[in-house]
T-cell receptor, first 112, second 114 residues
Framework: DTAVSQTPKYLVTQMGNDKSIKCEQN?????MYWYKQDSKKFLKIMFS???????INETVPNRFSPKSPDKAHLNLHINSLELGDSAVYFC???????????FGPGTRLTVT | GENVEQHPSTLSVQEGDSAVIKCTYS??????FPWYKQELGKRPQLIID?????GEKKDQRIAVTLNKTAKHFSLHITETQPEDSAVYFC?????????????FGAGTRLAVHP
């Protein structure tokens, strides 16, 4: 029973396409996050939702749009994909009382 | 905003030796400091964390120390084993409002040689 799951695990697509990544957590957490890990392994927060409300929105191009239909799900939609979007995208969740964050397995996005 | 610096970027030790990774942070409001281990192709896994009201925390072979005055914190791994080989990330966050905005260091690639 995976705590934080993501689909798909791999995503290969061409420039200009639109794609989505889905994330689900069964930990009962209130807060979910999206992180981007680039080719140099640097991890950077992109977005966070708390109980379906957007609470963190870093300087991310507006081609990236997160959506949280309920507090157990956080999806990431990316429009007009660019080469520089190639990275591993991690979903994470955190909750009371200590708000440690637990990561999903990641989605490796390759834009050609 | 918060900035976290992590050193060294690579660390090579012999099995059984100790390994120390150091991080400094810039935002004095940060009060939560987790450490993650990431094996090749896997997700970052939380291995230990420390909060600002504590100076040191241990869990078996790993320990973390925090110096809030100097704004630095360190990860100590004793009796290293080959399975400790991975990339380790420190992070800092001003915990508030029910969520953590983790700012990560650039990572340390640890290699433990048998």
């Amino acid at each position: 029973d995976t705590a934080v799951s993501q689909t798909p695990k791999y995503l290969v697509t061409q420039m200009g396409n639109d794609k989505s990544i889905k994330c689900e957590q069964n930990l009962g957490h209130d807060t979910m996050y999206w992180y981007k890990q680039d080719s140099k392994k640097f991890l950077k927060i992109m977005f966070s939702y708390n109980n379906k409300e957007l609470i963190i929105n870093e300087t991310v191009p507006n081609r990236f749009s997160p959506k949280s239909p309920d507090k157990a799900h956080l999806n990431l939609h990316i429009n007009s994909l660019e080469l520089g979007d190639s990275a591993v995208y991690f979903c994470a969740s955190g909750g009371l009382p200590l708000h440690e964050q637990y990561f999903g397995p990641g989605t490796r996005l390759t834009v050609t | 905003g918060e900035n976290v610096e992590q050193h060294p970027s690579t660390l090579s030790v012999q099995e059984g030796d100790s390994a120390v990774i150091k991080c400094t942070y810039s935002d004095s409001a940060s009060n939560y400091f987790p450490w993650y281990k990431q094996e090749l192709g896997k997700r970052p896994q939380l291995i230990i964390d420390i909060r600002s009201n504590v100076g040191e925390k241990k869990d078996q072979r790993i320990a973390v120390t925090l110096n809030k005055t100097a704004k630095h914190f360190s990860l100590h791994i004793t009796e290293t084993q080959p399975e400790d080989s991975a990339v380790y990330f420190c992070a800092a966050s001003p915990f508030s409002g029910g969520y953590n905005k983790l700012i990560f260091g650039a990572g340390t690639r640890l290699a433990v040689h048998p």
